[in-house]
Nanobody
Framework: QVQLAESGGGLVQAGGSLRLSCAAS????????MGWFRQAPGKEREFVAA????????FYAEFVQGRFIISRDNAKNILYLQMNSLKPEDTAVYYC??????????????????WGLGTQVTVSS
């Protein structure tokens, strides 16, 4: 089993920054990729960004437009999402997820095996 715990959410003004963290524990040796998803009120959960463990390639949703950076600290088993130039439409619960194998698209939430409980990000205008 794998446990994921997000932190770093909060309230920020438009144009501000936040860094989300996701601490992974348990049987993380089988990780193929990790990703961030988000769900805004009344909307479906959507892909934000993902990173493969090897060779470390990253992928982003189009709406990120260079504002977010996903990274990981393999030694500490922590995944990060640096979010800059935040907009009110970025308001959502952000979830960390772990994908155990390389089948299918990194943007498909149904292919992720483990999920955290989420952290709330609220961007005020």
């Amino acid at each position: 089993q794998v446990q994921l715990a997000e932190s770093g959410g909060g309230l920020v003004q438009a144009g501000g920054s936040l860094r989300l963290s996701c601490a992974a524990s348990g049987r993380t040796f089988s990780t193929y990729a990790m990703g961030w998803f988000r769900q805004a009120p009344g909307k479906e959960r959507e892909f934000v960004a993902a990173v493969r463990m090897s060779p470390g390639s990253t992928f982003y949703a189009e709406f990120v437009q260079g504002r977010f950076i996903i990274s990981r600290d393999n030694a500490k088993n922590i995944l990060y999402l640096q979010m800059n130039s935040l907009k009110p439409e970025d308001t959502a619960v952000y979830y960390c997820a772990l994908k155990s194998n390389g089948l299918g698209s990194l943007g498909n939430e149904n292919l992720y095996n483990y999920w955290g409980l989420g952290t709330q990000v609220t961007v005020s205008s």
